[in-house]
């Protein structure tokens, strides 16, 4: 059984643009084919939250080769792309300027499959912020489904 979601969807206005990719620049380095964010939507300190999009286009530089005829998006750009949201969480909340480099991925699954033409919604949850360390629980919806889930532990750098 699926877990259920770490932030309530239906309170959450998708279209709602609350740091455009401008904004998310600012604060990411991630540029070209590892920019893996399109918008934040939803962005709640108080809660520890934070609710992005990332719109998965065919013309992707993955979607040739990874499955050709049936391109599905790369788990680990999924984990990518939830981990740059949280780098954005942690540099605007903390108003940090450090760089949040990878500490571990634990508690990994995949329980669907995202292609060109979706929406990623991509949900976080601050579990423990530090100094030295962030941990955040993350999930992936595309429409209704559970697209994936993972603990994220970043380290400032």
């Known amino acids: 059984m699926a877990p259920s979601l770490l932030v309530d969807?239906?309170?959450?206005?998708?279209?709602?643009?609350?740091?455009?990719?401008?904004?998310?620049?600012?604060?990411?380095?991630?540029?070209?084919?590892?920019?893996?964010?399109t918008a934040v939507v939803h962005l709640d300190a108080d809660a520890?939250?934070?609710?992005?999009?990332?719109?998965?286009?065919?013309?992707?530089?993955?979607?040739?080769g990874h499955i050709p005829g049936r391109p599905l998006l790369p788990g680990v750009l999924m984990i990518?792309?939830?981990?740059?949201?949280?780098?954005?969480?942690?540099?605007?909340?903390?108003?940090?300027?450090?760089?949040?480099g990878f500490g571990g991925v634990d508690a990994v699954k995949f329980r669907g499959q995202v292609v060109p033409g979706d929406r990623l919604i991509l949900l976080g949850q601050a579990v423990e912020i530090r100094r030295r360390r962030a941990v955040f629980d993350t999930q992936g919806v595309?429409?209704?489904?559970?697209?994936?889930?993972?603990r994220i532990t970043g380290m400032p750098i």
């Open 9 to 37: 969807l239906a309170t959450v206005d998708l279209d709602r643009v609350v740091m455009p990719i401008e904004e998310i620049r600012r604060l990411n380095p991630h540029r070209h084919e590892m920019e893996q964010l």
């Open 48 to 64: 520890g939250q934070i609710v992005a999009v990332r719109d998965v286009r065919d013309d992707e530089f993955w979607v040739r």
């Open 80 to 100: 990518e792309a939830a981990a740059q949201m949280c780098s954005v969480y942690f540099k605007k909340v903390k108003e940090d300027p450090r760089f949040l």
């Open 142 to 150: 595309v429409g209704n489904r559970l697209v994936f889930e993972a």
